[in-house]
T-cell receptor, first 112, second 118 residues
């Protein structure tokens, strides 16, 4: 079952602009993670935010989590062409499960 | 750095063939996962293993089996390949989170195997 759903499905911006992607989920979570996937490759972990955290930064990435709205956002500042990729949010399934549920992803294109 | 490798990047098989996809990780992770990724459907979990010889079905286990005889290796088996199993297959591994606790560890992914069943 799909837990996280990203929005928008696709996003096209110019280099230097900021990119914001959103993720909504349905049930209570312990953590939410964001991953990046370059075309035809495996996923790479970007950042994990715990349910008791509201905001987290890593380099040009800023993640927020609003557990009351069951939503998260990923902001990439000063985007570069190399940021072109698909971005996925992933949530746990609760109950101590090790398994994640991934959304369908946002395809980001950064034009030089 | 964690390294997860998959035996093939591209694979072409015929309907009815038995197919083995191999995944190896070098970080002594207890957990290993097999996903398939299809356009418009995202990643779906096929099987999960939390220890040697231990496995759990994921969301779409039908038509698949798995084997974990050694900690570092997790194999996905298509007993009789069908065209609807044409997909990108991704393997991942992770440490377990704290028992009963809220910490869920990062998953490290291999590069993927793109399987075409004709």
């Amino acid at each position: 079952s799909q837990q996280g759903e990203e929005d928008p499905q696709a996003l096209s911006i110019q280099e230097g602009e900021n990119a914001t992607m959103n993720c909504s989920y349905k049930t209570s979570i312990n953590n939410l993670q964001w991953y990046r996937q370059n075309s035809g490759r495996g996923l790479v972990h970007l950042i994990l935010i715990r349910s008791n955290e509201r905001e987290k930064h890593s380099g040009r990435l800023r993640v927020t989590l609003d557990t009351s709205k069951k939503s998260s956002s990923l902001l990439i500042t000063a985007s570069r062409a190399a940021d072109t990729a698909s971005y996925f949010c992933a949530t746990d399934r609760g109950g101590g499960s090790e398994k994640l549920v991934f959304g369908k992803g946002t395809k980001l294109t950064v034009n030089p | 750095d964690v390294k997860v490798t998959q035996s093939s990047r591209y694979l072409v098989k015929r309907t009815g063939e038995k197919v083995f996809l191999e995944c190896v990780q070098d970080m002594d992770h207890e957990n290993m996962f097999w996903y398939r990724q299809d356009p418009g459907l995202g990643l779906r979990l096929i099987y999960f293993s939390y220890d040697v010889k231990m496995k759990e079905k994921g969301d779409i286990p039908e038509g698949y089996s798995v084997s974990r005889e050694k900690k570092e290796r997790f194999s996905l088996i298509l007993e009789s390949a069908s065209t609807n199993q044409t997909s990108m297959y991704l393997c991942a591994s992770s440490f377990p989170g704290l028992a009963g606790g809220p910490d869920l560890e990062t998953q490290y992914f291999g590069p993927g195997t793109r399987l075409l069943v004709l």
